[in-house]
């Protein structure tokens, strides 16, 4: 699976979209890029995910550049909540196994 | 509907035990991936089970092993526990067969302690 780079930290006013951003330059073309949160002392928590195409679900939206390079996740409206450990994850499924090869991710934290 | 249910959530063992973890997926999820989470090594994936079967497996040594019933519940064992073991142990659930729609989702994981 791709390696991906993310900035370690990161801060937000509350009320404010969060992007968060995410580089994985040699993501091959069945991975997918996943997102997912972990706030502290739970499990990770699944965002979103996509291939190509630009995503959008009611937790966020997920920005791919077109030569898949990189990715924005953007939590429109932040919350006090959304502060988490966010992870990027580039990942292929053949038929159906999957393994997420979790970096360190960014720590988001919304300030009010 | 009922997520994914880790047992015990707290571990204390002794150097040299071994222990055995569980998972009980999401009702009609098939897979079960294990995970290790320290603060020096991060999120490392362990293994994922599928009908029964080791599907996939991470980098860790045969004193990790798990395996999955016919009811898709997973069990964890480590042998010979290390200091090192001590960790946040997580199990997530999926469907297993399909697309990648949906993600994984996680239980609250059991937190061991060796000492």
């Known amino acids: 699976d791709a390696k991906t780079t993310q900035p370690p930290s990161m801060d937000c006013a509350e009320g404010r979209a969060a992007n968060l951003p995410c580089n994985h330059s040699t993501i091959s073309g069945n991975e997918y890029v996943y997102w997912y949160r972990q706030i502290h002392s739970q499990g990770p928590q699944y965002i979103i995910h996509g291939l190509k195409n630009n995503e959008t679900n009611e937790m966020a939206s997920l920005i791919i550049t077109e030569d898949r390079k990189s990715s924005t996740l953007i939590l429109p409206h932040a919350t006090l909540r959304d502060t988490a450990v966010y992870y990027c994850?580039?990942?292929?499924?053949?038929?159906?196994?999957?393994?997420?090869?979790f970096g360190q991710g960014t720590r988001l934290t919304i300030n009010p | 509907k009922a997520g994914v249910t880790q047992t015990p959530r707290y571990l204390i063992k002794t150097r040299g035990q071994q222990v055995t973890l569980s998972c009980s997926p999401i009702?009609?999820?098939?897979?079960v991936s294990w995970y290790q989470q320290t603060p020096g090594q991060g999120l490392q994936f362990l293994f994922e089970y599928f009908s029964e079967t080791q599907r996939n497996k991470g980098n860790f040594p045969g004193r990790f092993s798990g395996r999955q019933f016919s009811n898709s519940r997973s069990e964890m064992n480590v042998s010979t526990l290390e200091l090192g073991d001590s960790a946040l142990y997580l199990c997530?659930?999926?469907?297993?067969?399909?697309?990648?729609?949906?993600?994984?989702?996680f239980g609250s994981g059991t937190r061991l302690t060796v000492v």
């Open positions: 994850i580039a990942s292929s499924l053949i038929q159906g196994a999957q393994k997420l090869v």
């Open positions: 997530a659930s999926s469907l297993g067969d399909r697309g990648p729609g949906g993600g994984y989702t």
């Open positions: 009702s009609g999820h098939r897979s």
